[in-house]
């Protein structure tokens, strides 16, 4: 085992005695000033910090049966190349230690940045169109403004916020409901790479853990913890971004929402936060006027009219058609039967400038011919 697997085992070791939470472990470190320490401690020392058990007592004096096991784990971790943060070292995310269950240990891959300003998007597994391009487009604006994105790498929204980080000069964070050897899903394994490259993926749970249910909520509050803010893109009634956002609040963090249609099942989440007091989000201006002491200013001479040009504002000199078109398309898909209706054009002369908007980027061809502007 490596040099540097001294310092780490004893972390490991208490992890895996049954009884020492997440708070509880926070506790005994407290107290006792290190794991080490605390495997050490007195017994009738542990016996009076709150929480510990007669059970997790002897399980601390008599830790040989968990010795192995620790051991066998860490050294995966090290020959892997995987990296190690306790709640002493001093690249430990600050905000995260706040809370009131930090993980004692966390481990990653990629790139660690302590003092980037993080901020969470979250949202609905089932996205739609415009949920996802929304993600997908603040991520980038938010990353582009300097914060470092966080999210859970699930499919949908958190995939798209991912995406966006990634195509822009930024930052992002992807935080696992499973270990490190288990990528959920599975077809997320190339972003699971491409994450490395520019940010990180982190987890607290053992590497061959898989993606059970009850997992999620517990890696949300690091999602919440790690953030100055959380977005909410989309989400059902009853969603675990809701969950989110409620510990996202209870950390003291702000809660942002993006408003969707009255119609949408996807939205119903997402007004009842809005409903609830979160901050409406329709650029990504409206999220940094709130966190604008985290990140750089803008450049002298932006106005904030400039920074917040609609997306589907025609260019100067646009053939009068084009911009008839352009100015029919919102965030949300359109059939192209509403286009041609709308427009009062022939329909062969729509589907050409569509396909011309689109091939220049400024519109997006969704399934079932529909469009919105990108």
Known sequence: MRPDADKYLPWFVLKEIPGVGNQSYLRLLQAFGGPA??????????????????????????????????????????????????????????????????PPLLTYQGVWDKDAPCLAIVGSRA??????????????????????????????????????AL???????????SGLKKIY?????????????????????????????????????????LSCGTIVVEAAGKSGSLITARLAAEFNREVFAVPGSIASQKSRGTHLLLKQGAKLVETEADVVEELSHLVHAEPAGASSEQTN???????????????????????????IDQIIEASRMPSDAVSAILLELELSGMIQHHPGNCFSIS
Request: with cysteine; glycine share 8%.
């Open 37 to 102: 320490q605390v495997l050490a401690a007195d017994p009738d020392a542990l016996a009076e910090i709150p929480g510990i058990s007669h059970k997790t007592i002897a399980g601390i004096k008599h830790c040989r049966p968990y010795l192995n096991a620790a051991r066998i784990e860490l050294a995966r971790v090290l020959d892997l190349g995987i990296s190690i943060i306790t709640l002493q070292d001093a690249s430990y995310p600050r905000l995260l230690k706040t809370i009131s269950d930090p």
């Open 127 to 164: 996205g739609s169109s415009y949920g996802i391009s929304t993600a997908r487009r603040l991520a980038f604006k938010l990353a582009e403004k300097g914060f470092c994105i966080v999210s859970g790498m699930a499919r949908g929204i958190d995939t798209a916020a991912h995406a966006g």
């Open 167 to 177: 195509d822009s000069t930024g930052k992002t964070i992807a935080v696992l409901g």
């Open 185 to 225: 899903p599975r077809e997320n394994r190339r972003l699971f790479e491409k994450i490395q490259e520019r940010g990180s993926v982190i987890s607290e749970f053992k590497l061959d853990t898989d993606p059970y249910p009850y997992n999620f909520p517990v890696r949300n509050r690091i999602i919440a913890g």
């Open 309 to 335: 040009v609609k997306k589907n504002e025609p260019p100067v000199g646009m053939d009068p058609d084009k911009t008839r078109i352009l100015q029919l398309l919102d965030a949300y898909p359109q059939h």
